[in-house]
């Protein structure tokens, strides 16, 4: 089982510290969670990274990798405070399509070894991939929640968006699409 230090990380949204390499901004978080810090990453925290798939990046510098990677870094650094629980604002924002989905199943990862998610995104699709519980907001409050399949259907989707919203399947996989099919 999952040991966990802290009740919820919440992963920046940015870069706030520029370190040297990636090793060094994992670390500087580290001392406001863990009373003493050790210079060097410890083992579980190189789990953390390989888990992420970044640590072959740990020695590089930090202004040398792509945005999705520092995404991941910082993630990663959330993740050596053994959260109980994530928060994930909108963290598939300014990704293409297959980093996206590549992050998505690691949230199901992330979730699949016991930790909490709870994440924000503007596409019924990543609800849907995802089969988890949602809560729908409009006009800023609470619309509907409760199973994905109950909450994301055809009927509320084209109320909540103003235009047609189709919602069907490929392979085992249910997708969702707005506006006009011809």
């Known amino acids: 089982s999952t040991e966990h230090h802290s009740a919820s990380g919440f992963p920046p949204r940015s870069d706030e510290k520029i370190c040297a390499n990636l090793a060094d901004l994992i670390l500087s978080v580290i001392p406001l969670f863990y009373p003493a810090k050790e210079d060097v990453l410890v083992k579980r925290d190189v789990e953390h990274l390989r888990f992420l798939g970044i640590d072959h990046l740990c020695e590089r510098p930090y202004t040398h990798i792509s ?105 085992m996989r249910t997708v969702c699409v707005g506006g006009d099919i011809a």
């Open 67 to 171: 945005g999705v990677e520092r995404q991941l870094v910082l993630l990663a650094a959330t993740l050596t405070q053994c959260p109980a629980f994530l928060v994930l604002d909108e963290p598939t924002a300014h990704r293409e399509r297959g980093n996206a989905h590549r992050f998505l199943d690691l949230v199901l990862r992330l979730h699949a070894q016991g930790i909490g998610i709870l994440m924000t995104t503007h596409f019924p699709d990543h609800a849907l991939y995802l089969r988890a519980q949602t809560l729908v907001l409009k006009d800023k409050i609470r619309w509907k929640h409760g199973a994905v399949e109950d909450v994301i259907d055809e009927a509320s989707m084209t109320e909540l968006c103003e235009l047609p919203v189709h919602i069907g399947s490929i392979d």
